[in-house]
């Protein structure tokens, strides 16, 4: 009916009987004058912002009624200033920027530590505002956010949670103005109630850095309000107040806490929603308490007599879609046509049509038509309609056979944590990004598929992971892998920009890494590409472990990587690594330490502890992670089948010649030309707990991050250090390895000729030889 209403009103206009149509709201009201949001004789204002009760400004010495509704909604207008400040009395040192119907934005209170030149504190100050015992707490809008370049801050809150995240920076010229991703800057979030405390601390005590950055801050403040300019002048001794003028704290308030609605509707004397047309809503707020709101279709303060009243939409054309006469009801509005008009009078139904002319011929000649057309249009809507259907079923079979229904069920975690979605692309726009996923397209395959370069159509570049045919297991990787990556904002972890699911197999899109794997640049001819100085593999390591430091304890849900390896670290344009590759991760509930699962993970890299026991711990990482430091500085393949028995297992073979003092003899020969013997010495004994046979014994990857970085502030150029050299060569001087020239080193006892290493799980695992197995 509605088509033919359509093809009717066309066919009109052409034969130029159409009637000009106006919109006739002639019956509508002009919109009513809404109730003072104060109480009666109470001050609804205070400079720019509006106070509504339940809050309430009272007169000087209490005169006339009380304007607000508890104590804690009391709120004092500080005229000696221009303009006028809004305060909450029990504080009333907080301003109040913007009071809305479930939030307040009030004004912050930001942690600062600065220190001298001889790393002394000389300014400190502690930043939490207590809410404890008010009708507020801390909204779940708000971020932890630490600031400087030597800096690692805890966030102890209610409930014994602590959380925190750290800073690292040399110069100026390292902080990241784009974004909060540990370089001069980090942001973490969770959700708290009632209380908080930060706990400010620095690595060196800002000595390197009090040049440009002699303070750190901390504190908590509303998501997506921190101005990263700011950032650009770390040595400005009025930061701290510029971030307390940009960055509001947002308060969630309820009205009697902790009574929910059932429990405070029993006594209708101090029940706040029993005006008219005003219902009460529970808050999901731990603590309790509830608020008030007008039903659909009403507007006004539900806190006060007479309550809520009717709007009229009819008024505001924005506010409904009649098409001609709009009628205003309580609660809604009503649409209808002029009497020579057909239809249900709105926009988005069948609208006003006017009626059939008076002319029997034109009657006849647009029936005829209308059939016509309408037989044409019946036709083609059937086929375009069973195209459409077996288009989208062959969709929706690919949809739910590559995953799209586990996808749906990890969308929320069980911490109640929502999954932010990705970019959903199509199949066509794919297939054009790869030029039809030519052979010349693939940049390289692993054990779960091949990765492709794509160009998008706004010129981006992308890599495009499609996966093979897959069994239900390597669904599930799959979309693990989608699932952890959405909730990682890292810039040294490859960033997802998104998936399609909708064809035969599924593909990830990521962000193009442009330098290959590092595995590439390591094993290479001649040991390694020269551009892999010592300070450029410490970058490196620093980088990764950073990384997987953030993954483990800053990311909102823990993530262990289990696949820690060269060829899963990529490197871009400027030899910045990036951890990619996490089909085989896991996601680590907050109240857990350790899962069990079927091992999986790479041969060489695999932690023993976890292959005897299935139980995966972040340390399983560590380990992994001492085989990569281990390949960097010797410049060996962790397993090697050419090498003799004893050096097959490269994470073996390291810790007996570190034991057995035979270090120099396994290090890559250009390192120990390069480096100073303490830095290398220094290096091989974290390697060493990283490779610890018991988990308990190894640090945590933050403190491995934390433990390079102290390495790399403490490298020098090898000129302003030549003695190392000489050092090092009395250590080594009963080898026959010449070093006339540091890149025509003979390497043949350091050859790549080796296997790869190989993926396995639990069904190989018979394959592994004791051997393998540092004991």
């Not at 103005?177 to 690595?203: H, M, P, R």
């Not at 309408?374 to 949809?399: C, D, G, H, N, P």
Request: one cysteine or more; charged letters at 25%.
């Amino acid at each position: 009916m509605k088509t033919e209403m359509r093809l009717v009103f066309v066919l009109l206009v052409c034969a130029g009987v159409l009637e000009a149509a106006t919109i006739d709201n002639s019956t509508s009201h002009t919109i009513m004058n809404v109730q003072d949001i104060a109480k009666p004789g109470c001050q609804s204002q205070c400079g720019d912002l509006k106070v509504p009760y339940p809050f309430g400004i009272q007169p000087e010495g209490n005169e006339g009624p009380r304007c607000f509704r508890d104590f804690g909604f009391d709120i004092i207008c500080n005229t000696s200033t221009n303009p006028p400040k809004a305060l909450i009395r029990s504080w009333k040192n907080i301003e109040i920027f913007d009071i809305s119907d479930n939030e307040l934005r009030v004004s912050n209170n930001v942690a600062e530590k600065c220190y001298n030149q001889s790393g002394l504190v000389y300014r400190e100050s502690r930043g939490s505002t207590e809410v404890d015992g008010t009708p507020y707490s801390y909204s779940s809008a708000n971020l932890f956010t630490v600031v400087g370049c030597d800096d690692d801050a805890d966030f102890v809150a209610d409930a014994g949670l602590r959380k925190g995240c750290g800073t690292t920076c040399r110069n100026a010229e390292e902080v990241d103005k784009d974004g909060c991703f540990g370089t001069g800057c980090c942001q973490v979030s969770f959700n708290i109630y009632n209380f908080f405390n930060i706990l400010l601390k620095s690595y060196d005590n800002h000595l390197n850095v009090s040049a440009f950055n002699p303070c750190s801050y901390a504190f908590l403040g509303e998501r997506n309000k921190f101005n990263y300019s700011l950032l650009s002048d770390l040595k400005d001794p009025n930061l701290k107040s510029k971030i307390e003028d940009t960055v509001p704290l947002v308060l969630d308030w309820v009205i009697d806490r902790p009574k929910n609605c059932s429990v405070a509707a029993q006594d209708p004397d101090t029940f706040a929603c029993k005006h008219a047309y005003s219902y009460c809503v529970d808050t999901d707020v731990r603590s309790g308490g509830y608020r008030c709101s007008c039903e659909p279709g009403y507007e006004g303060n539900p806190y006060l007599s007479p309550g809520c009243k009717d709007i009229d939409e009819c008024a505001d054309p924005t506010k409904n879609d009649c098409v001609k006469k709009c009628k205003n009801v309580a609660g809604s509005y009503t649409c209808s046509c002029p009497g020579d008009h057909d239809g249900d009078g709105r926009k988005n139904g069948s609208g006003c049509v006017a009626k059939s002319s008076k002319f029997p011929l034109l009657k006849f000649i647009l029936g005829m038509s209308f059939g016509f057309i309408s037989l044409i249009a019946v036709a083609s809507w059937i086929y375009f309609v069973m195209k459409k259907r077996k288009y989208t079923q062959s969709r929706e079979k690919f949809f739910q056979q590559n995953g799209g229904l586990l996808l749906n069920q990890k969308n929320t975690s069980k911490e109640g944590v929502t999954i932010e979605s990705s970019k959903l692309f199509t199949d066509e726009e794919l297939k054009k990004a790869t030029n039809n996923y030519a052979s010349d397209r693939i940049l390289g395959q692993g054990g779960y598929g091949i990765v492709y370069k794509g160009i998008l159509p706004d010129q981006r570049v992308v890599a495009i992971k499609r996966s093979k045919i897959i069994d239900q297991s390597q669904i599930e990787q799959f979309i693990n892998e989608m699932v952890i990556l959405t909730q990682v904002n890292h810039r040294n972890v490859v960033k997802l920009m998104g998936c399609c699911l909708e064809c035969e197999v599924p593909l990830l899109v990521y962000e193009f890494v442009s330098n290959g794997t590092l595995l590439e640049h390591v094993h290479g001819r001649d040991g390694g590409m020269p551009w892999l100085s010592w300070e450029n593999r410490l970058r490196i390591a620093a980088e990764s472990s950073g990384a997987l430091a953030y993954l483990h304890s800053a990311a909102s849900i823990p993530v262990i990587h289990r696949d820690v390896k060269l060829a899963n670290i990529l490197l871009d344009d400027n030899h910045v690594a990036k951890i990619s590759d996490f089909g085989a991760s896991r996601l680590v509930p907050l109240d857990q330490t350790q899962v069990t699962t079927l091992v999986q993970g790479t041969l060489g890299y695999l932690d023993p502890e976890y292959f005897h026991s299935g139980q995966l711990t972040d340390k399983s990482d560590v380990y992994s992670f001492g085989v990569v430091l281990a390949e960097l500085l010797t410049g060996r393949k962790p397993i090697s089948m050419d090498r003799s028995p004893e050096e097959r297992n490269l994470a073996t073979y390291f810790i007996t010649s570190v034991n057995e003092k035979r270090l120099f003899l396994i290090l890559e020969p250009r390192l120990v030309k390069e480096v100073a013997v303490e830095q290398l010495e220094t290096a091989a004994q974290l390697v060493k707990r990283c490779l610890s046979l018991n988990s308990k014994d190894r640090p945590t990857m933050k403190e491995v991050s934390m433990e390079i970085e102290r390495l790399r502030k403490s490298t020098k150029h090898p000129w302003t250090n030549q003695h190392a050299s000489e050092e090092t060569t009395s250590l080594i001087g009963h080898t026959e390895i010449q070093y006339s020239d540091l890149y025509e080193i003979q390497l043949s006892s350091y050859s790549n000729n080796g296997s790869e290493s190989e993926q396995y799980n639990s069904s190989t695992i018979s394959l592994l030889r004791p051997s393998s197995i540092p004991r």
